[in-house]
Nanobody, 115 residues
Framework: QVQLVESGGGLVQAGGSLRLSCAAS????????MAWYRRAPGKERELVAT???????NYAASVKGRFTISRDNAKNTVYLQMNSLKSEDTAVYYC?????????WGQGTQVTVSS
């Protein structure tokens, strides 16, 4: 069992930056692939970025070049550095840990970008 807790969300002006953190408790963090998703009001959940257990990364086209996902296995934490934020990045951001049949989610953290 893995518990995920996101933090770092908030209100920021367009063009600004935020860094989200997702702290994992429980065993085996390093063997999980990790992802960040987001859900904007009235929209479906969107995959933002993934990082495998070997630290290979992938990004949605809408955030590529602006967002960076990383992980620190010693701290059981995955990060999402978000730069050049736009109003359309406003959403609740969720952390996800997945591996085979295992799929764990955090409670989400709100990011609001004012234009």
């Amino acid at each position: 069992q893995v518990q995920l807790v996101e933090s770092g969300g908030g209100l920021v002006q367009a063009g600004g930056s935020l860094r989200l953190s997702c702290a994992a408790s429980g065993s085996g963090f390093s063997i999980f692939n990790m992802a960040w998703y987001r859900r904007a009001p009235g929209k479906e959940r969107e995959l933002v970025a993934t990082i495998t257990r070997t630290s290979s990364t992938n990004y949605a086209a809408s955030v590529k070049g602006r967002f960076t996902i990383s992980r620190d296995n010693a701290k059981n934490t995955v990060y999402l550095q978000m730069n050049s934020l736009k109003s359309e990045d406003t959403a609740v951001y969720y952390c996800n840990a997945y591996r085979y049949d295992y799929d764990y989610w955090g409670q989400g953290t709100q990011v609001t970008v004012s234009s």
